[in-house]
Nanobody
Framework: QVRLVESGGGLVQAGGSLRLSCVVS????????MGWYRQAPGKQRELVAT???????NYADSVKGRFTISRDNAERTVYLQMNNLQFEDTALYYC??????????????WGRGTQVTVSS
């Protein structure tokens, strides 16, 4: 069973920074793309940033220049450095991983989320 555990969320003032981490554990043959998504109250879940197995990144327009996604393949961990946080960034942040349990398989898994609250 694959498990994703997020950490690093919290309460921060506008303009502040947080660093989210997501550790992946379980029986995995290989990890493909990893990413962060967020969901604010009353809104749909949206993509924040993704990173491929070779390090190519993609960001939502709203976070470009402020957030940086990175990964440590040896540690099976994906990070999200969030700088200059704004009130609009307040949301529950979810980690997502696409992985293979064996050759020819393709799965996706989600963490339970970590809350980020930005006070104005």
């Amino acid at each position: 069973q694959v498990r994703l555990v997020e950490s690093g969320g919290g309460l921060v003032q506008a303009g502040g920074s947080l660093r989210l981490s997501c550790v992946v554990s379980g029986s995995i043959f290989s990890i493909d793309a990893m990413g962060w998504y967020r969901q604010a109250p009353g809104k749909q879940r949206e993509l924040v940033a993704t990173i491929t197995s070779v390090g190519s990144t993609n960001y939502a327009d709203s976070v470009k220049g402020r957030f940086t996604i990175s990964r440590d393949n040896a540690e099976r961990t994906v990070y999200l450095q969030m700088n200059n946080l704004q009130f609009e960034d307040t949301a529950l942040y979810y980690c997502n991983v696409n992985y293979r349990a064996g050759p020819g398989t393709d799965f996706t898994s989600w963490g339970r989320g970590t809350q980020v609250t930005v006070s104005s």
